[in-house]
């Protein structure tokens, strides 16, 4: 999705009637019965074309040769040797198309003594501990609230694949990008993990407030929660005054207020619980401490600053009609103002849309043994001068 979103022709091979299992991840759907068509589903389809191949098959695995000897990027996320078995091993890749990106996205990696296993973001989020440092205490270990490995391994195999292309662009032929579910979740412990590399101190869960840093954290006030991040002393220094007893010689620097959380905690809520979240955000603000809301995900949508970022697109589904989606996190312009990423956006397909054009595609394209196949419009992926055509099997 986020090559698409670059301007990249994504096409999405899907198993015959069934489909991505994410299809049926519902409620809610939308459409009409026989149609309906899942809000998972459509959060990470946008601009992709969707055909129905039976790897298995002599045909389905024909017309997936056809597609590589055009492709750009493979992406794939199969549990590891599947592909191989299906007989499409990256030296079957690489004769078929030495310039071939090949991006390859398993649950714990692809090699190592458990390397096969089937990986999905829950059973990723504890076995790379993320949900151990999440939450209000150790005996209740949380898991966070979206598919944080499932989007963090999409996004750093968009940018191994990018980095390949880029290569190529030298000279070099294609390459082989792997990352994983539990590479995405090690990725993200940050001062985490070096507390336990470099310190040999295990961290735990510290509910919503920052284990190094205080006051960094949500506190409660009359209407809701509002967050402060003081993250160095001259913005403690000026929260100070707001907060009656914050004088006292326990919070003279940030290794004491972490020490006496606890009290300063409470001294915070003191001064805030008989405020509104908007009272006390103004006075943070006019004061120049750093401060927002726990905004509900309906009013981030409505939120003018989400929507001025282009975060919010539109689209016309076929089925459902105008629906807005989560947009790109990625603005990209050019001196010139010409924008890198794709202008007009396309609806999540459904099942098989696109199994005739592409079928005609790959017919014409055999016979004239070029491909001169028209492409959308959209904006030029990393500057490579024509629309790299991507296929990718299943949401990846």
């Not at 059973?123 to 209740?140: C, N, R």
């Not at 849309?353 to 595609?361: E, M």
């Not at 196949?373 to 299943?394: A, H, I, M, Y």
């Amino acid at each position: 999705m986020i090559l698409g979103d670059l301007g990249a022709r994504v096409i999405k091979i899907e198993t015959p009637e069934c489909g991505d299992d994410s299809r049926g991840f519902g409620p809610p759907f939308v459409g009409a019965p026989e149609d309906r068509q899942s809000t998972y589903f459509m959060s990470v389809n946008r601009n992709k074309e969707s055909v129905e191949l039976d790897l298995k098959s002599d045909a389905g695995a024909q017309a997936l040769r056809e597609l590589i000897v055009r492709a750009d990027v493979l992406i794939e996320n199969f549990r590891p040797g599947a592909l191989d078995r299906l007989g499409f091993s990256p030296t079957v890749l690489n004769d078929l198309n030495p310039r071939l990106v090949i991006l390859s996205i398993s649950g714990f990696g692809h090699d190592g003594p458990e390397g096969g296993r089937p990986g999905y973001d829950q059973i990723a989020q504890g076995e790379t501990g993320l949900m151990a440092v999440t939450g209000d205490s150790p005996e209740h270990p949380t898991r966070i609230g979206v598919a944080v490995t499932d989007v963090l391994a999409g996004v750093h195999g968009a940018v191994g694949a990018l980095a390949a292309l880029f290569d190529r662009q030298r000279g070099a032929d294609g390459s082989v990008v792997r990352t994983s579910l539990l590479a995405a979740g090690v990725s993200a412990h940050t001062f985490v993990g070096s507390k336990w590399t470099v310190a040999g101190e295990v961290a735990v869960p510290t509910g919503n407030h920052h284990p190094s840093i205080a006051p960094y954290g949500s506190f409660a006030c009359r209407d809701g929660h509002v967050l402060i991040a003081c993250g160095s002393e001259p913005i403690w220094r000026r929260l100070q005054p707001l907060v009656d007893g914050a004088d006292d010689d326990r919070f003279d620097n940030n290794a004491a207020r972490v020490a006496h959380r606890n009290e300063l905690t409470a001294l915070i809520k003191q001064a805030f619980s008989t405020k509104s979240r908007k009272e006390v955000v103004a006075a943070l603000a006019a004061a120049g401490v750093p401060a927002g809301v726990i905004r509900t995900i309906d009013e981030v949508y409505t939120w003018e600053q989400t929507r001025s970022q282009g975060l919010v697109i539109e689209v016309q589904d076929p089925h459902a009609g105008r629906v807005e989606l989560p947009g790109p996190a990625v603005r990209i312009e050019t001196a010139d103002g010409h924008s890198l990423l794709r202008r007009n956006h396309s609806a999540p397909p459904t099942l098989g849309q696109h199994n005739t054009a592409i079928a005609h595609w790959l017919s014409r394209a055999a016979a004239t043994s070029t491909d001169q196949e028209p492409q959308p419009p959209c904006g030029d992926l990393t500057g490579l001068g024509s629309t790299p055509l991507v296929v990718t099997n299943r949401s990846v």
